[in-house]
Each structure stands twice: as structure tokens, then as C-alpha cells.
């Protein structure tokens, strides 16, 4: 699964600007089912079955910057595309999406000029900007950057030790490359399953919300990724999640003002683990939420859950996970689905 990760993680798509990542997803895949891509640009693999029908989402969107305004002297003011912890932005290298993509660096004011007091604070995302080497709003033209041009971190996947890697976006390529794999390792079932490589997630959980209302699914799962808690800085109380422990099965998030996985489906893939002795751990969580929240609040209601891979440092170029737990992700959902036809 390294090298798929890889391949979805090192490419560049933004909310909104998805297309490098579809068309990977398009390339793996066309041999695996019909293959469409929907107004919101979310792209669909249907294995055609019977019942039930099953929405497997994972978005493939990451957070990122657009182009705000393009000052005289050709530095690049930007807004944040989702959730960014504007520390994380600060002196990053990043990619600018003109027609020949470009590199640029995020700089701020040198702290060796700051007074006493800025120096304590954290520079905030609205006093950075992009630097492409440019000396002229003008020169910037030339290079093809204009208002709204995305701007994406730059950032390879690498190997840590054991089965750990890093890479940016692994929120959620890693959900990206198992559904992937779970369309290539299911074969013939009776279940129809919809793969839905969704848009805009980071920004509102746009993508699912209409495919979902399209297909119309008896069931839904979206794979995503989840907050460890496991390395300084956070306690168990805060997240109980720890990565190599397995597949996450979530129980509800942000409170429950997110989703609440519907009871059939928690038991379903509760079951489905135990009795394939698939490594999970359970996970209620306060903050952050996934497409099941949108995908849940469809039409009349549709049964929804998420299964997700624990990682650290999420929305930074820096995010980690187990590949093991990614086995144990895609084990959990290919059993799943061929189980659904005795729950739905
Ligand atoms: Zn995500």
C-alpha cells in the first residue's frame, strides 16, 4: 500500500481543485466498475450488484491556500482553504498552481526586527505571504499566478521507522488508497457499492452531501483519518486513539454534533471486526467530524458510520500513521462489505 499512499499523498489537490488526485483515483480504478465524475467533480466507481446498496466515501481534498491579492512587489497574500493552525504555515515551501506549477515559500516579518511583545505572540496566517522569487506584480502575471491560483504544501511522502510514515495530506489520501484497495480486493459480491472519492470536504463536507443525495445508498461508510492521542502534548482523556492499534471505528465525534454512528451500522462493524479478528479501537472524539455527518442528514436519514486511520499531527505537512493500521482499515471494510446483505 506504500507506494498507492505515495502516489495520492505527493499529489496536489486543494478543495475545490481535486482534479491531480481524481485522476489517479480514475487510473487505479477503471477497470473496477462504471467510473463517473458528478457536478461537484466527486468521482464514482459503481461495482453494479443487488442489495443493499453501500456508499463507501473517502474525500480527496486537503486543506491549502488561494491566491487573495498579488502585491507590486509580486509577493502573494493568500486565504486559508479549511482548517490550517496558522504555526504550522509559517516558513513552509509550497507549490503555486499556475498553468506550470511553481515553488514559492511562506515568509512573515524576520523576528530579528520584531519588538519584545510580537516576538511572543504567533505570527498569524493574514501577516504572511508567498514569496515565488518574483520582483513585480507583473512578473507574477508572466508565471501565470492570478487571484484564486491554489497554493498546496510541498512535501513527500517518507518512511519513518517500523511501519510508520509522513507525509502532508494524509488526511484523508490514506482513505483515498484504502478504498482503492477495498475496490480491487472485493470482487464479486451481491452488494451494489458505490465508491464516492469525494470533493470539498475540508471546507463543509460539500462533496458527499450531493452524491449521497444521488445515490440514494441503504448504507454509508466514510473512511477517513482521526486525532491520536498518543505522543506528548495530549493525554488519553483528550483522545484515547493510538496509532498501531487498528482500525478506528468511530462512535460519535465532535460531540455528537457530528455524527452518531447509527446502532446497526456500530454493531455491524463492531461484529465484522471481532469476528475476523481484526486489531480496532473505538473512538469518541470532541472535535473534527467526516462526510458520514453530511452523508447521515441526507434525504429521510441514511445509515451512517466511519472507519478511520489514527494519525498524528493532522492538518500539518508533517501528519504520521501506521501502514499495519491502514491493513487493518482495509480488512475491516472489505469483510464489511461483504457481510452488509445480513444487516441492511
Ligand atoms: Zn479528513
Given amino acids: 500500500m506504500y507506494d498507492l499512499l505515495k502516489r495520492l499523498s505527493d499529489a496536489h489537490g486543494i478543495s475545490g481543485y481535486e482534479g491531480n488526485v481524481r485522476a489517479i483515483v480514475r487510473q487505479e480504478l477503471s477497470s473496477y466498475g462504471d467510473v463517473r465524475v458528478d457536478v461537484p467533480g466527486n468521482l464514482i466507481v459503481t461495482k453494479k450488484g443487488t442489495t443493499p446498496s453501500i456508499m463507501l466515501a473517502a474525500h480527496i481534498d486537503e486543506i491549502g491556500l488561494a491566491v487573495k491579492h498579488i502585491d507590486d512587489n509580486g509577493f502573494l497574500k493568500f486565504v486559508k482553504v479549511g482548517g490550517?493552525?496558522?504555526?504550522?504555515?509559517?516558513?513552509?515551501?509550497?507549490?503555486?498552481?499556475?498553468?506550470?506549477?511553481?515553488?514559492?515559500?511562506?515568509?512573515?516579518?524576520?523576528?530579528?526586527?520584531?519588538?519584545?511583545?510580537?516576538?511572543?505572540?504567533?505570527?498569524?496566517?493574514?501577516?504572511?505571504?508567498?514569496?515565488?522569487?518574483a520582483s513585480s506584480a507583473d512578473e507574477v502575471s508572466d508565471m501565470g499566478i492570478e487571484i484564486g491560483t491554489a497554493i498546496s504544501i510541498d512535501q513527500n511522502l517518507v518512511r519513518l521507522a517500523g511501519d510508520r510514515v509522513t507525509g502532508k495530506a494524509l488526511d484523508n489520501r490514506a482513505g483515498a488508497a484504502l478504498l482503492i484497495e477495498v475496490m480491487k480486493r472485493i470482487g464479486d459480491i451481491k452488494p451494489t457499492v458505490h465508491a464516492v472519492f469525494t470533493t470539498q470536504e475540508e471546507v463543509g463536507l460539500k462533496g458527499a452531501r450531493t452524491a449521497a443525495f444521488g445515490l440514494d445508498p441503504d448504507v454509508a461508510i466514510a473512511i477517513d483519518t482521526c486525532i491520536a492521542g498518543d505522543h506528548p502534548g495530549i493525554t488519553k482523556d483528550e483522545s484515547a486513539m493510538e496509532v498501531g492499534k487498528g482500525a478506528a471505528i468511530t462512535v460519535m465525534d465532535a460531540g455528537g454534533r457530528g455524527v452518531i454512528t447509527h446502532p446497526k451500522v456500530l454493531a455491524w462493524l463492531r461484529e465484522t471486526a471481532k469476528k475476523n479478528k481484526i486489531a480496532h479501537q473505538l473512538d469518541v472524539s470532541d472535535g473534527g467530524t467526516?462526510?458520514?455527518?453530511?452523508?447521515?442528514?441526507?434525504?429521510?436519514?441514511?445509515?451512517?458510520?466511519?472507519?478511520?486511520?489514527?494519525?498524528?499531527?493532522?492538518?500539518?505537512?508533517?501528519?504520521?500513521?501506521?501502514?499495519?493500521?491502514?491493513?487493518?482499515?482495509?480488512?475491516?471494510?472489505?469483510?464489511?462489505?461483504?457481510?452488509?446483505?445480513?444487516?441492511?
Fill in 84 to 133: 490550517w493552525f496558522d504555526q504550522t504555515l509559517l516558513n513552509q515551501r509550497v507549490i503555486v498552481h499556475s498553468k506550470d506549477p511553481c515553488f514559492g515559500v511562506i515568509g512573515s516579518k524576520p523576528p530579528h526586527v520584531m519588538k519584545e511583545d510580537e516576538r511572543k505572540k504567533p505570527v498569524e496566517a493574514k501577516d504572511m505571504f508567498v514569496d515565488v522569487g
Fill in 290 to 344: 467526516t462526510d458520514a455527518t453530511a452523508i447521515s442528514l441526507t434525504r429521510e436519514g441514511i445509515p451512517s458510520g466511519v472507519i478511520s486511520v489514527t494519525t498524528r499531527y493532522l492538518h500539518s505537512p508533517v501528519e504520521v500513521l501506521s501502514l499495519k493500521d491502514m491493513g487493518s482499515c482495509a480488512d475491516l471494510i472489505a469483510h464489511a462489505v461483504r457481510a452488509a446483505g445480513k444487516w441492511f
